[in-house]
């Protein structure tokens, strides 16, 4: 059968780069991909209008936008993950020295849906017992699935960097990600961050997930040995990129249905309780449809 072309979003880490060069190929789909910089430019317009046939979404992003109806599916694909503690930082020169003074501080975060704030208030209140309505939440931006309200102690009031809001004492700590600063200005808030994430990761078994990948349902209907290939596809690649990687590495995925059931219960309880889910969810909603794709036999030509 002829290839089908689909519309596709993914970043630049090593899965989006290897399927970019066109290394790894499929006969019935070919990826045509969409320049968008940096990735979350594109969950909006993935939530909102399915702009894209497959797009990587934020996990808090997905889990909001199924709750809420919107026609997406996940493939049980990670293709980010990391360690979080070290991203929870303060300015060197504030007065904070312990994790549990944070509560009635002010912490900074580009979005309150943001995966990464929603991970560090879940170790917050794993290892010290600080809930998330025990701070305030500055933000920045909106949500990308637009149903979402925040909380009452979110407020979205902060203008230019969360490193200048540090320096000027608008906020107290600040959640980054992948843009954390250099030098020692600034220093985290975990003790001994690396130390406890270890310990989570024997804990738990996975690194937290960040982003997984989601297909428009109208793609799914119409093209799903496409959308199958396309599976296989990020699946071959993150075997390839991992392969050669040192065990407990965050970067290391594990996709699949069996590997994704515990972390998305675990996540979509941790949503929930910090008022990110209109309802509970679990990971058999979640994951159901991409079953039901993945255990159908392909079409034949």
């Not at 843009?179 to 937290?208: I, K, M, N, Q, S």
């Not at 889910?277 to 034949?300: G, W």
């Amino acid at each position: 059968m002829p290839d089908t072309h689909l519309r596709t979003a993914l970043d630049t880490h090593p899965i989006g780069t290897l399927l970019r060069t066109g290394t790894l190929t499929h006969p019935d789909v070919t990826l045509d991909f969409a320049d968008v910089t940096p990735i979350h430019h594109a969950f909006a317009p993935m939530v909102r209008t399915q702009t894209y046939d497959l797009s990587e979404l934020a996990v808090v992003t997905a889990l909001q936008a199924i709750a809420h109806g919107h026609p997406l599916t996940l493939l049980p694909v990670v293709v980010a993950a990391r360690f979080q503690r070290k991203c929870l930082i303060t300015h060197r020169d504030h007065p904070l020295t312990h994790p549990t003074q944070l509560r009635g501080l002010r912490i900074g975060v580009r979005s309150y849906t943001q995966t990464t704030g929603m991970w560090i208030r879940s170790h917050l209140t794993e290892d010290y017992g600080i809930t998330a309505e025990e701070s305030h939440w500055i933000t920045q931006d909106e949500a990308h699935v637009p149903e979402h309200h925040d909380p009452p102690y979110v407020h979205r009031t902060l203008t230019g960097s969360l490193t200048d809001a540090l320096r000027n004492g608008t906020i107290d700590a600040a959640v980054l990600g992948n843009d954390l600063p250099e030098g020692d200005e600034f220093r985290p808030v975990f003790d001994h961050p690396t130390e406890r994430d270890h310990t989570w990761y024997t804990t738990h078994g996975y690194a937290p997930v960040n982003h997984l990948v989601a297909v428009a349902n109208t793609t799914l209907h119409h093209h799903p040995d496409a959308v199958r290939a396309a599976y296989t596809l990020l699946t071959r690649a993150e075997h390839d990129t991992t392969t050669h990687q040192p065990p407990h590495t965050p970067h290391l995925t594990r996709s699949g249905i069996d590997h994704l059931t515990t972390p998305l219960n675990e996540i979509a309880d941790a949503c929930h309780a910090q008022g990110l889910l209109p309802r509970r969810l679990t990971a058999d909603e979640l994951l159901t449809p991409a079953h039901q794709l993945l255990d159908t036999t392909p079409a034949t030509s």
